[in-house]
């Protein structure tokens, strides 16, 4: 800035929690380059408007230009996926989440199944993300913030989308005001074809989990999930195993109607952690229908889910970058 341009000083103090990276002023046009890191989209949007409102009432200054910037966040990307549907991915997703929330971290969930967005359902919330501009704003529900394809389309509209479709909504979630989310876990559609590949393509998570029940036409499935990872180099965190054991309420009978410890041989066999296993239990499905995830309240199942959060957290801190 020269001697003879218009006196910015005072625009530090409107800038308030952000900061002012530069300020330069060329023919009566200021140009302010700003760090927002600290703001939600609600405040920058506001913060743009009175550093505008602030600079045209300084004598010289006949335009204004304001660009924000933010430093980038050390937000990972969690993607949950199967090889095959219904083997409880979406029940995990959610629960995972929580439990990764109730052992401190800031957690986003985005439901990205089209084919059956059941996230709201599990997380017993109806209520819509509001906007700012075209930036999303997630809903609250259990300590983490989520957002659902579900939630983009009208209720019961069949989602038969092809890759392009899909790819773009879930630009347009993971693009949402996240705000401070440090991990963000991605529910995947069910299996291995080219919606799922465009999707982890598109998203580039920094690892990924793999749930399995514990008979073997699952874990052929998960195997070929596992090779999907491997296709575009995202490291696969760990093989849960979904299912395993049953306690037969009325007279406390074990049995395994999926068998048991399938999924660890096999995570062994592929060379990859084994986070644990969530057994086959009504109450899963109870409360899950119920809209109240067992990993936001206490007792064993919670525990489970908070065991195989701790287990992903330290995987996630060994993954190669
Ligand atoms: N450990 C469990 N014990 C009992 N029921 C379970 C368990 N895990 C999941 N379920 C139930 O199994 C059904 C399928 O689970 P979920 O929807 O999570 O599977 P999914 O793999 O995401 O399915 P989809 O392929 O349809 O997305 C649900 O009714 C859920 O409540």
């Given at each position: 800035?020269?001697?003879a341009a218009?006196?910015?000083?005072?625009l530090?103090a409107?800038a308030?929690?952000?900061?002012i990276?530069?300020?330069r002023?060329?023919?009566?046009v200021?140009?302010?380059?700003v760090d927002?890191?600290?703001?939600?989209?609600a405040?920058?949007?506001?913060?743009e408007?009175?550093?505008k409102?602030?600079a045209?009432?300084?004598?010289?200054?006949?335009?204004v230009?304001?660009?924000m910037t933010a430093?980038?966040?050390?937000?990972k990307?969690?993607?949950?996926a199967?090889?095959?549907g219904g083997?409880?991915?979406?029940?995990?997703?959610?629960?995972?989440?929580i439990?990764?929330a109730?052992?401190?971290?800031?957690?986003g969930?985005?439901?990205a199944?089209?084919?059956g967005?059941?996230?709201?359902?599990?997380?017993g919330?109806?209520?819509?993300?509001?906007?700012?501009?075209k930036?999303?704003?997630?809903?609250?529900?259990?300590?983490?913030?989520f957002l659902?394809?579900?939630?983009?389309?009208?209720?019961?509209?069949?989602?038969?989308?092809?890759?392009?479709?899909?790819?773009?909504?879930?630009?347009q979630?993971?693009?949402?005001?996240?705000?401070?989310?440090?991990?963000?876990?991605?529910?995947l559609?069910?299996?291995?074809g080219?919606?799922?590949?465009s999707l982890?393509q598109k998203?580039?998570?920094?690892g990924a989990?793999v749930?399995s029940?514990?008979?073997?036409?699952?874990?052929?499935?998960?195997?070929?999930?596992i090779?999907l990872?491997?296709?575009?180099?995202?490291?696969?965190l760990?093989?849960?195993?979904?299912m395993a054991?049953?306690?037969?309420p009325h007279?406390g009978?074990q049995?395994?109607?999926?068998?048991?410890g399938?999924?660890?041989?096999?995570?062994?066999?592929?060379?990859?952690?084994?986070l644990?296993?969530?057994?086959?239990?009504?109450?899963?499905?109870?409360?899950?229908?119920?809209?109240?995830?067992?990993?936001a309240?206490?007792?064993?199942?919670?525990?489970a889910?908070?065991?195989?959060?701790?287990?992903?957290?330290?995987?996630?801190?060994?993954?190669?970058?």
């Amino acid at each position: 800035m020269d001697d003879a341009a218009p006196n910015l000083d005072s625009l530090d103090a409107v800038a308030g929690d952000a900061r002012i990276l530069s300020k330069r002023v060329k023919d009566g046009v200021v140009t302010l380059v700003v760090d927002v890191t600290a703001l939600d989209g609600a405040r920058r949007a506001a913060l743009e408007s009175d550093l505008k409102t602030a600079a045209m009432a300084i004598a010289g200054v006949g335009d204004v230009r304001v660009a924000m910037t933010a430093s980038q966040r050390a937000r990972k990307l969690i993607a949950v996926a199967s090889g095959k549907g219904g083997v409880g991915k979406s029940t995990l997703s959610a629960n995972l989440a929580i439990a990764l929330a109730r052992a401190g971290r800031v957690v986003g969930l985005i439901d990205a199944d089209v084919y059956g967005p059941s996230q709201t359902k599990l997380l017993g919330t109806d209520e819509r993300p509001t906007a700012n501009d075209k930036t999303l704003n997630p809903v609250a529900a259990h300590g983490i913030r989520f957002l659902s394809m579900g939630q983009l389309v009208s209720a019961g509209h069949a989602l038969a989308w092809r890759g392009p479709m899909a790819t773009g909504a879930l630009a347009q979630l993971m693009e949402a005001d996240w705000g401070d989310c440090d991990l963000l876990v991605v529910d995947l559609p069910p299996g291995t074809g080219d919606v799922q590949l465009s999707l982890v393509q598109k998203s580039r998570p920094d690892g990924a989990v793999v749930v399995s029940t514990p008979q073997a036409m699952s874990l052929i499935d998960a195997t070929r999930a596992i090779d999907l990872f491997g296709k575009v180099s995202v490291p696969v965190l760990g093989l849960v195993e979904n299912m395993a054991g049953y306690t037969c309420p009325h007279c406390g009978e074990q049995s395994d109607p999926f068998g048991c410890g399938g999924a660890e041989d096999a995570a062994a066999e592929l060379g990859i952690p084994f986070l644990g296993r969530i057994p086959l239990d009504p109450a899963v499905r109870e409360a899950s229908d119920a809209g109240l995830p067992p990993a936001a309240s206490d007792g064993a199942q919670s525990e489970a889910f908070a065991r195989i959060a701790q287990k992903l957290l330290q995987a996630l801190e060994t993954a190669p970058a």
